[in-house]
């Protein structure tokens, strides 16, 4: 039996393994609280289904996330699923609004993405049992390349580092840097998403929204970013709930930095008491443990001064005037900054 942890053996190698000796069953991944089961039939991706919390992710998110069916669509659908019993996909074929080349579409990526989800795993086993199925009910089947997802897999691996390096939170909220855009000089996901995008929208709206799935819809926003056709907006977008908390948050940023201030005031005082009376000691600015408490004071500072002006300062001194800090406190630092982001040393 193929079974072992996923440190000694990754899963495209897993998968590769699977493929090579046409192999027919079921490898399941075991990641934390999430797992995953791939069902294969002679070497071939057939089915794959996703557990989180010891919770089956349906199929039915899938199809809403495919953007091929409106929510109102959707709605009705699983009314009359729940009255006829009838299956979700055969309602959807006979009332004629997806054709069974829709539904395979929705599956194949259904399964892409779980695919995508555990190529990132470095952490977790797997077990293959061979001779035994998942989705044994469905009416409509797919056959996907293993090698062929696999090689499309990695080739987002490759790319996630530098994606997430610009957009490490899909809570982040895009603006448009122009409003028209040439359809003929972007490629068709990233005319999906910028039409999208409406200065309020997160990411994970957009993801939702356009139905091309986590990978496509931060590659699509990468694209157009560095086209310098949009933009992130400073602020992470909050929920309604949150705006009665907003103001309560920058008095207790206020308050944390104040204590901070005094506490390292009173202890240079202590300390330069000290040294007037005894020997020579390390001055208290030059104290790697004292330097780090005063950057962690300058950015606490820092972003305290952003979410009350959307922008940095050009210098610390600004800061300083700010009445956010003590001027001591900013003492041999170098500052460089740009209205969304800076450097400290």
Not at 216 to 237: C, E, G, Q, V, W
Not at 311 to 330: D, H, V, W
């Amino acid at each position: 039996m193929l079974k072992g942890s996923l440190r000694e053996f990754k899963t495209p190698d897993i998968l590769q393994l699977i493929a090579s000796q046409a192999k027919t069953g079921v490898l399941t991944i075991e990641h934390f609280n999430e797992t995953i089961s791939i069902g294969f039939k002679k070497g071939f991706i057939v089915a794959a289904l996703k557990n989180k919390n010891n919770e089956a992710e349906k199929i039915n998110s899938y199809i809403l996330a495919s953007q091929k069916i409106d929510r109102e669509t959707y709605d009705n659908i699983i009314e009359e699923h729940k009255v006829s019993g009838i299956d979700i996909y055969e309602l959807l074929i006979k009332e004629k609004i997806l054709s069974e080349n829709d539904i395979r579409d929705i599956i194949q990526f259904k399964i892409q993405e779980i695919m995508d989800n555990s190529m990132q795993w470095q952490e977790g086993t797997y077990n293959f049992q061979p001779h035994v199925a998942i989705y044994t009910d469905s009416k409509i089947k797919v056959s996907i390349n293993t090698q062929g997802l696999i090689l499309e897999s990695i080739r987002r691996i490759d790319e996630w580092p530098r994606i997430n390096k610009e957009f490490p939170d899909s809570r982040i909220v895009l603006k448009k840097v122009i409003y028209t855009i040439n359809t003929d000089e972007v490629g068709p996901e990233e005319n999906i998403i910028f039409n999208l995008i409406d200065n309020n929208r997160s990411i994970e709206d957009l993801i939702r929204l356009s139905g091309l799935g986590r990978f496509k819809t931060f590659s699509a926003i990468y694209n157009l970013y560095f086209m310098n056709l949009i933009d992130k907006l400073p602020r992470i977008k909050r929920k309604n709930k949150a705006k009665l908390s907003f103001d309560f948050s920058i008095l207790l940023n206020i308050v944390k930095a104040s204590i901070i201030i005094i506490i390292v005031i009173l202890v240079d005082l202590g300390i330069r008491s000290i040294t007037s009376s005894s020997i020579k000691s390390i001055s208290f600015y030059d104290s790697p443990h004292t330097y780090s408490y005063r950057k962690r004071i300058i950015e606490n500072s820092l972003k305290i001064y952003f979410i009350d002006h959307e922008e940095y300062p050009n210098n610390l001194e600004k800061l300083a005037k700010s009445n956010l800090l003590n001027k001591t406190i900013i003492k041999d630092f170098i500052y460089k900054c740009n209205k969304t982001d800076y450097i400290l040393e």
